[in-house]
T-cell receptor, first 111, second 115 residues
């Protein structure tokens, strides 16, 4: 069935390192794709989204490109900061308009 | 508007008791969702309202769970005869029906612990 598979964590990086968190999906058609972030003690927040193939979502230095050939939506950032430490969730919209989430990847950035 | 509000933030209850959670969505949003999140997992969809109509329920929503949105504004989620397996974070989200912007905004959740 439809699913979202996300790179397992935890991920620990030094400040200014390059970040990639992999996400692949299975679905019929081309669902909208999302990255949500959950900072410590806070609720889920939308980080970025892409609604169709080849779209690139970007926000706060993070980027992800909707690639239908590889059914992927990998999250990248060129230079992470301590303040990026959080749990990141990849998600896809279902036909019923709710969200199907991956299991989350915890990122810790150390100074 | 301060966003999606959930109450209480934390609830500890004894097994077998009933609990009720409340969600106040963003005021102009007509869509409201409930999700459940267990430790180390992503949120799992429970149910969805458009205005006061409950349009979809997940198989996760057993007959001990009931959700309402009587006036199309706030919503309640009740769990009857709680079990230890019900311990989780219960998240509420809301979104607009505007096709240009269907982003779902999440509340901070209600953490339920069943002892």
């Amino acid at each position: 069935g439809d699913s979202v598979t996300q790179m397992e964590g935890p991920v620990t990086l030094s400040e200014e390192a390059f970040l990639t968190i992999n996400c692949t999906y299975t679905a019929t058609g081309y669902p909208s794709l999302f990255w949500y972030v959950q900072y410590p003690g806070e609720g889920l927040q939308l980080l970025l989204k892409a609604t169709k193939a080849d779209d690139k979502g970007s926000n706060k230095g993070f980027e992800a490109t909707y690639r239908k050939e590889t059914t992927s939506f990998h999250l990248e950032k060129g230079s992470v900061q301590v303040s990026d430490s959080a749990v990141y969730f990849c998600a896809r919209r279902t036909g019923a308009n709710n969200l199907f989430f991956g299991t989350g990847t915890r990122l810790t950035v150390i100074p | 508007d301060t966003g999606v509000s959930q109450n209480p933030r934390h609830k500890i209850t004894k097994r077998g008791q009933n609990v009720t959670f409340r969600c106040d969505p963003i005021s102009e949003h007509n869509r409201l969702y409930w999700y459940r999140q267990t430790l180390g997992q992503g949120p799992e969809f429970l149910t969805y309202f458009q205005n006061e109509a409950q349009l979809e329920k997940s198989r996760l929503l057993s007959d001990r769970f009931s959700a309402e949105r009587p006036k199309g504004s706030f919503s309640t989620l009740e769990i009857q005869r709680t079990e230890q397996g019900d311990s989780a974070m219960y998240l509420c989200a809301s979104s607009s029906r505007d096709r240009r912007n269907t982003e779902a905004f999440f509340g901070q959740g209600t953490r339920l612990t069943v002892v």
